[in-house]
């Protein structure tokens, strides 16, 4: 795990955070419904595990573009001393916000600035990415394999990339097609860029669509190729097409930074969470197990082993 950093106890507004003896109230700022079974559905569960560990009356709010720092606003005005913002697209108005709520703790779930009191846990998951990018070149016919997603934020991008790299690990001349989407809810037009991408000769393909990821899975089913899934276990899904899933762990995380706001022991800054916290998993599909020859998990299992150890350093942009 890199470094955390934290803000530095130099700077003349990093007074100490109050404990929290009265009511604590935790809210979370999503970019989709929480039903999305991925990205948003993550958070939620994670958010569910700060009531049960911590008491906490939580609060879920759908806001995205100029909504976002309203919403921030209104929930920090209404008392809640822990706001999250699920992605990287709430990080700068949580920066702007802190300053106006010095007693309210804003947290981002990717980022990379922060104050005394905002800040952002960035999940590795690019780490996830890496060993399916291993997967998919070991299971491609084609030699071409395709990703799926909003290629605007730097997080997905991010991901991206160490999909590519992965999957170049082992297979150097292999090709990626990049389809880009506009937004994460619109299933159909998640399918098109899908079936485009499939027409162009990928076989297997990832997403990072969110709620309109059930396109893709729809277009892997229809055209008889696989797809792997992404943030949260998507193994099950009805499509039948899904050989992996790319994970994250959110609870641990999201209840370690209740705790430490309602200690009043939390300090802003950023923390990077990944396989060897725990927080990162690559999951196979026991139902599609026979379909993967012993070779291509080999090389999974093997890269998987190397990051845990430290010994792989998967790659990752800053930002």
């Not at 934290?6 to 935790?26: L, W, Y």
């Not at 995205?64 to 008392?79: E, N, T, Y």
């Not at 999909?163 to 990049?178: C, N, T």
């Not at 943030?231 to 499509?239: A, R, T």
């Amino acid at each position: 795990m890199e470094p955390s950093t934290r803000a530095s106890s130099k700077d003349a507004i990093s007074e100490p955070m109050k404990p929290i003896t009265g009511d604590f109230k935790v809210a979370l700022i999503t970019p989709g419904p929480v039903s999305d079974a991925g990205w948003s559905a993550m958070a939620y569960e994670g958010l569910k595990g700060i009531q049960t560990a911590t008491g906490a009356k939580i609060a879920n709010e759908v806001a995205g573009g100029a909504k976002i720092k309203d919403s921030m606003r209104s929930f920090a005005q209404d008392g809640y001393q822990l706001i999250i913002g699920h992605g990287f697209e709430y990080n700068e108005p949580a920066i702007e916000l802190s300053k106006d709520f010095p007693d309210t703790v804003f947290v981002s779930s990717s980022g990379g600035k922060f104050t005394r009191n905002a800040g952002a846990f960035r999940f590795y998951l690019e780490q996830g990415f890496y060993l399916a990018g291993i997967l998919a070149a070991e299971m491609t016919k084609t030699g071409k394999i395709a990703t799926v997603g909003i290629d605007t934020i730097p997080s997905i991008v991010s991901t991206f990339k160490a999909y590519e790299a992965g999957a170049k690990s082992v297979k150097p001349d292999i090709q990626i097609i990049r389809m880009s989407l506009a937004m994460n809810t619109d299933i159909q037009a998640a399918k098109q860029a899908a079936l485009s991408a499939i027409d162009q000769g990928a076989d297997v393909l990832i997403h990072q669509a969110n709620a309109a990821a059930q396109g893709v899975f729809d277009a892997a089913k229809e055209k008889g190729v696989y797809a792997i899934g992404a943030n949260l276990d998507q193994n099950s899904n009805s499509s039948g097409a899904v050989l992996a899933s790319a994970t994250i762990v959110a609870k641990p995380a999201f209840i370690a930074l209740a705790e430490e706001v309602k200690a009043g022991k939390h300090k802003g800054g950023i923390q990077l969470f990944g396989m060897k916290e725990g927080a990162i998993d690559f999951i196979m599909n026991p139902a599609l197990a026979g379909k993967v020859t012993p070779e291509a998990m080999q090389k999974v299992e093997s890269a998987r082993k190397e990051i845990e150890a430290g010994k792989l350093v998967v790659p990752k942009d800053n930002f």
